[in-house]
């Protein structure tokens, strides 16, 4: 089994997203040249962790924003942990496309709101086997106050596939950590320098576009890098869901 590690991985990263080599054109749809701006737009803006350039290219409403569950119903949940800020917990099962692997982990972020602290939902993998080099996923709670929090975050998960499920994106929305929202500085280790759209299928109410892009890594090595996002028109405009991103090395 090949191993893909996600890069720049962001929530809801569908691992079987892409479509295989070879497939039937005839089973494809074709991109608006607008459709096409707004996919380059939003990867380059990525690839520079430009967040006021992602923001405009991201649906207002949140039904748009957040789309259909690619759960059918609540999935098996084990393992929780937590370290610091940083939590997670594996799943298996629930999955409404049999395309998709049937496993993956959550991960939580831990936030101050109020006098108190909450677990907020960062990022989802999908997976066959996770990878060793997914240094972002805390392996097991290490101290006692980090195995404290255990059921809290197996609860925040709980609450967030539910609402997911039953698409009350209202309650969905307060349990996610809003990642584009966050001002941060683009990595200087990276630099996209070419990018090459694929035809889309249609797949969770938009149009899953398939991506590869060029890389140059740490000034020098050139990288390759595989990839979807998911477009959906609003007020007939396209935009790009934040929460269904992947990049694969």
């Given at each position: 089994?090949?191993?893909?590690?996600?890069?720049?991985?962001?929530?809801?990263?569908?691992?079987?997203?892409?479509?295989?080599?070879?497939?039937?054109?005839?089973?494809?749809?074709?991109?608006?040249?607008?459709?096409?701006?707004?996919?380059?737009?939003?990867?380059?803006?990525?690839?520079?962790?430009?967040?006021?350039?992602?923001?405009?290219?991201?649906?207002?409403?949140?039904q748009?924003?957040?789309?259909?569950?690619?759960?059918?119903?609540?999935?098996?949940?084990?393992?929780?942990?937590?370290?610091?800020?940083?939590?997670?917990?594996?799943?298996?099962?629930?999955?409404?496309?049999?395309?998709?692997?049937?496993?993956?982990?959550?991960v939580?972020?831990?936030?101050?709101?109020?006098?108190?602290?909450?677990?907020?939902?960062?990022?989802?993998?999908?997976?066959?086997?996770?990878?060793?080099?997914?240094?972002?996923?805390?392996?097991?709670?290490?101290?006692?106050?980090?195995?404290?929090?255990?059921?809290?975050?197996?609860?925040?998960a709980?609450?967030?596939?539910?609402?997911?499920?039953?698409?009350?994106?209202?309650?969905?929305?307060?349990?996610v950590?809003?990642?584009?929202?966050v001002?941060?500085?683009?990595?200087?280790?990276?630099?996209?320098?070419?990018?090459?759209?694929?035809?889309?299928?249609?797949?969770?109410?938009?149009?899953?576009?398939?991506?590869?892009?060029?890389?140059?890594?740490?000034?020098?090595?050139?990288?390759?890098?595989?990839?979807?996002?998911?477009?959906?028109?609003?007020?007939?405009?396209?935009?790009?869901?934040?929460?269904?991103?992947?990049?694969?090395?």
């Open positions: 089994m090949r191993i893909r590690l996600p890069f720049l991985m962001l929530i809801l990263a569908v691992s079987a997203c892409c479509p295989p080599q070879g497939q039937a054109a005839s089973a494809r749809l074709t991109l608006s040249p607008e459709a096409e701006k707004v996919a380059k737009d939003f990867l380059y803006a990525f690839s520079r962790n430009d967040r006021d350039a992602i923001s405009a290219l991201l649906p207002k409403q949140l748009h924003l957040y789309g259909p569950s690619p759960f059918a119903r609540m999935p098996s949940l084990t393992k929780p942990r937590a370290d610091g800020r940083a939590g997670a917990i594996e799943f298996q099962g629930g999955r409404s496309d049999p395309a998709m692997p049937d496993q993956g982990v959550i939580l972020r831990r936030m101050t709101e109020g006098t108190g602290t909450v677990w907020r939902v960062r990022q989802i993998y999908w997976y066959d086997e996770l990878p060793p080099e997914a240094g972002q996923v805390p392996d097991r709670s290490k101290t006692a106050s980090d195995r404290a929090e255990e059921p809290r975050i197996r609860q925040a709980m609450d967030f596939l539910h609402d997911w499920i039953v698409k009350d994106f209202q309650k969905l929305d307060k349990r950590f809003h990642w584009w929202e001002d941060r500085k683009p990595p200087k280790w990276v630099k996209m320098t070419d990018l090459d759209l694929r035809p889309p299928a249609t797949s969770l109410d938009g149009l899953k576009v398939s991506f590869r892009a060029d890389l140059r890594v740490f000034r020098a090595l050139p990288k390759r890098v595989d990839g979807c996002i998911w477009l959906v028109q609003e007020d007939g405009l396209w935009r790009v869901r934040p929460l269904t991103v992947v990049f694969w090395f």
